[in-house]
């Protein structure tokens, strides 16, 4: 069979809950894109500058960024974990709800932090909660459950486009008008606001206005994501965890997954253990706080420190990309037409829904860090063509899809490679969603100041530095991998010779009883 019979019966075990997790993480993905398209009609409606604006998206994936910090102190317990996810779910329906009433820039940018703030929230958890179903065979789940971001990723933009407006607040110049169909187009196509594309002032003008229908947009969004928090809920309702509603008799198991409860049975204890001993998966804070820390080796440690400055890399490489490629693709020399720029940031996430679903087998097949080795080189590869082929937009168009294959699915495989080295102590889940958030907001921060100062080709440039900053870090990875397989080996040497001794002394104990005993 394609897939082991073992993976099959582990999913039918667990398929209430990994289906639920996917599902948070397809409303995710769609949240994280839906905004960016929103944002010309969004400045309308608080009567902001587009500077002013765009801040409020960057409020939003900061609170993002402390959301994932802190979200590892829910799962200590199912019912934290699940009531969690309910709560964060429910709120990104509210939120989406009332952003068409906020007319203030002001109160805009606090829903939009509390619905990122929601949101890291679950990007934590949902990753957390499949590594800890699914352990060694995580990588195939995890594949899957990132795949929904870019589907939903995918999915967003075809929701908000019928009810965007075309001519922004009114009267515009030729000039303005031209800068806020760059922006529309830019922004429609990009899972994440970006803000600091432009220094332009584009003030709210008073006058003749084109009716925004965007509302209509965020309503539905609201409505879309009601079935997530309702499917948690309603796992919550299975698992017991409802005081006022308690379920059924829990259904027995069948012979196929009663072994496999059994044969996971004495593996789990051990890896609950080790957890235990090493603080788990908690949340950043309380992994530097705690005192079990204090014995283990250094490499313990650089693992954490270069999976997450990995990370760091390639999820900057995706966030600056997404936003800048249209920037890129109507300047000098390619200059595309703005319709025809407008479908290399589409093809991107494309790339990336597709290159997930591939690595779904793929990643059953090989191991995640030659997956990871395969992906960095091919990222390598593909930007290096773009810097040579510049002046060419075939080459972009496929560089564009080729990038994205290639930085699909390194985030999955780069958490299963640290948790499977780590054996699924510390706080690699928690470093590794920390790290990505800060590059892909820093990155985007960084690049477009580059950008503006240097030009459009500086995009590429950049590209290239960051994705060879990632590779190096990974070599460094490799080697204290290597470090930290020998110090387990060391530990474990050094226990089988103290426990040698202790076996034999208690059988020459049994042997000096047993012949007193047939003395006597």
Same mark, same amino acid.
């Given at each position: 069979?394609?897939?082991?019979?073992?993976?099959?019966?582990?999913?039918?075990?667990?398929?209430h809950? #990994?289906?639920?997790?996917?599902?948070?993480?397809?409303?995710?993905g769609?949240?994280?894109?839906?905004? $960016?398209?929103?944002?010309?009609?969004?400045?309308c409606?608080?009567?902001?500058?587009?500077? &002013?604006?765009?801040w409020?998206?960057f409020?939003?994936?900061f609170?993002?960024?402390i959301?994932?910090?802190?979200?590892?102190?829910?799962?200590?317990?199912?019912?934290?974990?699940?009531?969690?996810?309910f709560?964060?779910a429910?709120?990104?329906s509210?939120?989406?709800?009332?952003i068409?009433?906020?007319?203030?820039?002001?109160?805009?940018?606090?829903?939009?932090?509390?619905?990122?703030?929601?949101?890291?929230i679950?990007?934590?958890?949902?990753?957390?909660?499949?590594?800890?179903?699914?352990?060694?065979?995580?990588?195939?789940?995890?594949?899957?459950?990132?795949?929904?971001?870019?589907?939903?990723?995918?999915?967003?933009?075809?929701i908000?486009?019928?009810?965007?407006?075309?001519?922004?607040c009114?009267?515009?110049?030729?000039?303005?008008?031209?800068?806020?169909?760059?922006?529309?187009?830019m922004?429609?196509?990009s899972?994440i606001?970006?803000?600091?594309?432009?220094?332009?002032?584009?003030p709210?003008?008073e006058?003749e206005?084109?009716?925004?229908?965007?509302?209509?947009a965020?309503?539905?969004?609201?409505?879309?994501?009601?079935?997530?928090?309702v499917?948690?809920?309603?796992?919550?309702?299975?698992?017991?965890?409802?005081?006022?509603?308690?379920?059924?008799?829990?259904?027995?198991?069948?012979?196929?997954e009663?072994?496999?409860?059994?044969?996971?049975?004495?593996?789990?204890?051990?890896v609950?253990q080790?957890?235990?001993?090493?603080?788990?998966? $908690?949340?950043?804070?309380?992994?530097? &706080?705690?005192?079990?820390?204090?014995?283990?080796?250094?490499?313990?440690?650089m693992?954490?420190?270069?999976?997450?400055?990995?990370l760091?890399?390639?999820d900057?490489?995706?966030?600056?990309?997404a936003?800048?490629v249209?920037?890129?693709?109507?300047?000098?020399p390619?200059?595309?037409?703005?319709?025809?720029?407008?479908?290399?940031?589409?093809?991107?996430?494309?790339?990336i829904?597709a290159?997930?679903?591939?690595?779904?087998p793929?990643?059953?097949?090989?191991?995640?860090?030659r997956?990871?080795?395969?992906n960095?080189a091919?990222?390598?590869? #593909?930007?290096?063509?773009?810097?040579?082929?510049?002046?060419?937009?075939?080459?972009?168009?496929?560089?564009?899809?080729?990038c994205?294959?290639?930085?699909?699915?390194?985030?999955?495989c780069?958490l299963?490679y640290?948790?499977?080295?780590?054996?699924?102590?510390?706080?690699?889940?928690?470093?590794?969603?920390?790290?990505a958030?800060?590059?892909?907001?820093?990155?985007?921060?960084?690049v477009?100041?580059?950008?503006?100062? &240097?030009?459009?080709?500086?995009f590429?440039?950049?590209?290239?530095?960051?994705?060879?900053? $990632?590779?190096?870090?990974?070599?460094?990875?490799?080697?204290?991998?290597?470090?930290?397989?020998?110090?387990?080996?060391?530990? #474990?040497?050094?226990?089988?010779m103290?426990?040698?001794?202790?076996?034999?002394?208690n059988?020459?104990?049994? #042997?000096e009883?047993?012949?007193?005993?047939?003395?006597?």
């Amino acid at each position: 069979m394609f897939v082991d019979e073992r993976i099959v019966t582990l999913f039918k075990r667990n398929a209430h809950h #990994t289906l639920t997790y996917w599902s948070v993480f397809f409303s995710f993905g769609l949240c994280i894109a839906f905004l $960016g398209p929103t944002i010309l009609d969004l400045q309308c409606q608080t009567k902001s500058t587009l500077s &002013q604006i765009t801040w409020v998206f960057f409020a939003q994936q900061f609170c993002l960024l402390i959301g994932s910090s802190i979200g590892g102190i829910f799962k200590r317990t199912l019912f934290r974990a699940l009531a969690a996810l309910f709560v964060s779910a429910l709120t990104i329906s509210v939120i989406f709800a009332i952003i068409p009433l906020c007319n203030n820039v002001l109160v805009l940018a606090v829903a939009m932090a509390v619905s990122g703030f929601a949101m890291g929230i679950i990007d934590t958890i949902a990753n957390i909660q499949l590594v800890s179903i699914y352990q060694r065979d995580s990588a195939v789940f995890l594949q899957a459950l990132h795949f929904f971001i870019g589907f939903g990723a995918l999915v967003s933009p075809l929701i908000a486009d019928p009810f965007l407006s075309e001519m922004g607040c009114g009267n515009h110049t030729e000039n303005g008008t031209e800068i806020m169909h760059h922006f529309r187009n830019m922004l429609r196509n990009s899972p994440i606001a970006e803000h600091n594309i432009t220094q332009s002032n584009l003030p709210y003008h008073e006058g003749e206005k084109e009716e925004s229908n965007v509302h209509y947009a965020f309503w539905i969004m609201a409505l879309i994501n009601l079935p997530v928090p309702v499917a948690v809920l309603f796992l919550m309702y299975r698992e017991q965890l409802i005081p006022c509603c308690p379920s059924g008799t829990p259904r027995l198991l069948d012979k196929d997954e009663l072994a496999m409860e059994n044969q996971q049975g004495a593996e789990g204890s051990d890896v609950e253990q080790k957890e235990h001993e090493a603080g788990g998966h $908690g949340n950043i804070f309380s992994c530097c &706080q705690n005192d079990n820390l204090r014995g283990l080796p250094v490499s313990f440690f650089m693992i954490h420190i270069l999976g997450g400055m990995v990370l760091f890399m390639t999820d900057g490489i995706v966030g600056a990309y997404a936003g800048f490629v249209y920037t890129y693709g109507v300047s000098p020399p390619i200059s595309l037409p703005n319709k025809t720029a407008g479908y290399l940031a589409s093809i991107f996430w494309a790339a990336i829904t597709a290159g997930r679903l591939l690595s779904i087998p793929l990643s059953y097949r090989f191991q995640p860090v030659r997956l990871l080795m395969f992906n960095l080189a091919g990222a390598i590869v #593909t930007v290096l063509m773009l810097l040579i082929f510049y002046t060419s937009s075939t080459s972009l168009f496929a560089g564009t899809f080729f990038c994205g294959l290639f930085l699909s699915s390194i985030f999955p495989c780069m958490l299963a490679y640290t948790e499977d080295i780590l054996e699924y102590q510390g706080c690699a889940t928690s470093v590794l969603v920390t790290s990505a958030g800060m590059g892909e907001m820093v990155m985007q921060v960084l690049v477009g100041s580059i950008i503006q100062a &240097q030009g459009s080709y500086s995009f590429l440039l950049c590209g290239m530095i960051i994705a060879c900053l $990632g590779f190096i870090l990974f070599i460094g990875l490799l080697l204290f991998h290597r470090m930290h397989r020998n110090y387990l080996t060391g530990t #474990t040497k050094k226990s089988a010779m103290v426990e040698e001794p202790a076996t034999e002394q208690n059988g020459s104990a049994k #042997t000096e009883q047993k012949e007193e005993t047939e003395s006597s």
